[in-house]
C-alpha cells in the first residue's frame, strides 16, 4: 500500500534532470515542501535479486528519484511471493491488485489467470523470434492496446519491458523433433497458454519453485526447462538448448494499483509515467540475445540447431495452440500484426556451441 514518510527532498539531483524533468520535479517539491514529506511506493516482483526484473525495478526506482529530485522514493521487494507459490508471479499479481503493494513487474502470461486475455497473443510460440521483434512488440504503437485489458481488475499498465527470449534447455539430450519431449517433464512458470503450447510438444509442464526444481534436477524426475541464457547458465554442464527455435519471449509488464496512481498528483503520476518510458527505451536497447548466447557457451552449455523441416515439425504442432487463439479476436490481431514485424526482421541464427552439439542433417 502507499503511505507518505518525512523525508529531506534532495534538490540537487534536479540538476541532473532535463528541462522538462527539472519543471515536473520542482512541481512535485512545491506540493510536498509544506510538509516536507516524499511519497513512498512499494514496488515488487516474484523474481530473485539476481535477475533482469530486480534490475528493472532498481533502475525504475532510480529514474523516479531523479526525476522527481526525491519527492517520490520506491521501496522495492524481490522474492514476493512465498517460496512454496507454485503459482509466483500468480501470487504477487494477486497482492498488487488488492493494494499489498502499488507498482509490480509480472510477465505477460501472468495475467490470463487474473482473467485479463490481451496478452496471449505475446504466449504463442514460435512468433516472437528475434531481439527487433520484441522491440516493436513492446514499443506504445503496440503495447498500449493490450495493458489496457488490465483496467478491468484495477490496474493501470505503465509500459512493456523486455526481459529475454524463453527456450527449451534439456538434460536429457538434444531436442530436434517433438518427439524428443514426449513424456518429459519440463519445468516452466504456468501459463496456461504457454502450458498449452509445451503439451501440444508432448512435454508435461510443471511449476517447480526453488528447492522442488532442485531436488527434481538431482533425482532427474525432470527432463527440460523452460528458461533464458542467463538462468541457465547456473543449470548443469552439458545443458543443451536449439538455438533456432525460441518458444516466446519473457516480457514483463510495469503496473501500478489504479488507486494508488489515482492519489497521485498530476505531476507525480507524469513522473511516474516518464521513468517507465525511459526503462522500457533503456531495456530495449539492452537486448542482445548474441551476446547472451555466447556466455552460456562459455560456461560449459551446448546449442544445436534444428533442420528446417525438424522446424516444420515443431509449427505443426502447436497448431492446436494457434487453433486456440483464434477465438480470440483481439489476440488474433496482434498476432497478424507481429507477423508483419517478423517480416521485416528475421531472426539471427545462433552458431552452435559445446562438445554435446549435434549436426543438424
Avoid at 85 to 92: F, K, L
Amino acid at each position: 500500500m502507499s503511505y507518505w514518510r518525512g523525508a529531506a527532498l534532495a534538490a540537487a539531483i534536479a540538476a541532473l534532470l532535463g528541462a522538462s524533468g527539472c519543471q515536473a520535479a520542482r512541481q512535485v517539491q512545491g506540493e510536498r515542501q509544506e510538509q516536507n514529506e516524499a511519497t513512498v511506493l512499494t514496488m515488487a516482483t516474484a523474481a530473485g535479486p539476481e535477475s533482469r526484473a530486480a534490475r528493472q525495478i532498481q533502475e525504475f526506482a532510480l529514474q523516479v528519484t531523479t526525476l522527481s529530485a526525491g519527492a517520490i522514493h520506491i521501496e522495492p521487494v524481490v522474492q514476493a511471493a512465498a517460496e512454496e507459490a507454485s503459482a509466483w508471479n500468480q501470487a504477487v499479481a494477486q497482492s498488487t491488485e488488492g493494494g499489498d503493494f502499488d507498482i509490480a513487474l509480472i510477465p505477460t502470461p501472468t495475467w490470463e489467470s487474473e482473467g485479463v486475455t490481451s496478452f496471449n497473443a505475446l504466449s504463442a510460440p514460435f512468433l516472437i523470434t528475434s531481439d527487433e521483434v520484441v522491440s516493436q512488440v513492446v514499443a506504445p504503437d503496440t503495447a498500449d492496446g493490450m495493458l489496457d485489458g488490465l483496467r478491468q481488475i484495477g490496474l493501470t499498465g505503465l509500459a512493456l519491458l523486455p526481459d529475454a527470449q524463453r527456450r527449451l534447455f534439456s538434460f536429457a539430450g538434444p531436442v530436434l523433433t517433438p518427439a524428443d519431449l514426449a513424456g518429459k517433464v519440463v519445468r516452466a512458470p504456468r501459463s496456461a497458454t504457454r502450458y498449452a503450447a509445451l503439451s501440444s510438444l508432448g512435454a508435461t509442464p510443471r511449476a517447480l519453485t526453488g528447492d522442488l526444481f532442485a531436488e527434481a534436477l538431482a533425482g532427474g524426475a525432470v527432463q527440460a526447462a523452460e528458461s533464458s541464457f542467463a538462468r541457465a547458465a547456473s543449470f548443469p554442464p552439458g545443458t543443451i538448448t536449439t538455438g533456432n527455435l525460441p518458444l516466446y519471449p519473457k516480457i514483463n509488464t510495469l503496473v501500478i494499483n489504479t488507486a494508488t496512481f489515482g492519489r497521485l498528483s498530476a505531476n507525480e503520476r507524469r513522473i511516474v509515467q516518464e521513468a517507465a518510458s525511459r526503462i522500457r527505451e533503456a531495456a530495449t536497447k539492452a537486448m542482445n540475445t548474441a551476446d547472451e548466447a555466447m556466455a552460456y557457451c562459455q560456461k560449459g552449455g551446448t546449442i544445436v540447431n534444428a533442420t528446417e523441416q525438424q522446424v516444420a515439425a515443431f509449427l505443426a504442432a502447436v497448431g492446436p495452440v494457434y487453433a486456440r487463439l483464434s477465438n480470440d479476436a483481439r489476440a488474433m490481431a496482434v498476432i497478424k500484426k507481429i507477423r508483419t514485424f517478423s517480416g521485416a526482421f528475421a531472426p539471427k541464427p545462433l552458431a552452435a556451441c559445446g562438445p554435446e552439439r549435434v549436426a543438424s542433417h
